[in-house]
């Protein structure tokens, strides 16, 4: 069984960084893409940014400038460092998997954070 663990979350000040975690367990070998989705209240998920195997990476333009995703795959984990972070950047995080063999995709609980407007 895997599982997708964030940490990191929690309220944050206008301006202000915070840094996200995603780490697997259970049964999962080899991750292709990983990435960070966000979906705020009343709104429909949205992605935030993704890096696969290759380390290709794309952002979504709203956190462009601001947001670096990076991966450690030895410690099957994924990073978001947010920075100058903004009301709107409020929202549940989700970290999503994609396994090569599989193709399956894994997804995290969610992690909040909050930037007080």
């Known amino acids: 069984q895997v599982q997708l663990v964030e940490s990191g979350g929690g309220l944050v000040q206008t301006g202000g960084s915070l840094r996200l975690s995603c780490a697997a367990s259970?049964?999962?070998?080899?991750?292709?893409?990983m990435g960070w989705y966000r979906q705020a209240p009343g709104k429909e998920r949205e992605l935030v940014a993704a890096i696969g195997r290759g380390g290709a990476i794309n952002y979504a333009d709203s956190v462009k400038g601001r947001f670096t995703i990076s991966r450690d795959n030895a410690k099957r984990t994924v990073y978001l460092q947010m920075d100058s972070l903004k009301s709107e950047d409020t929202a549940v995080y989700y970290c999503?998997?994609?396994?090569?063999?599989?193709?399956?995709?894994?997804w995290g609980k969610g992690i909040l954070v909050t930037v007080p407007s």
């Open positions: 259970g049964r999962i070998f080899s991750i292709n893409r």
């Open positions: 999503n998997f994609n396994e090569v063999y599989s193709g399956m995709d894994y």
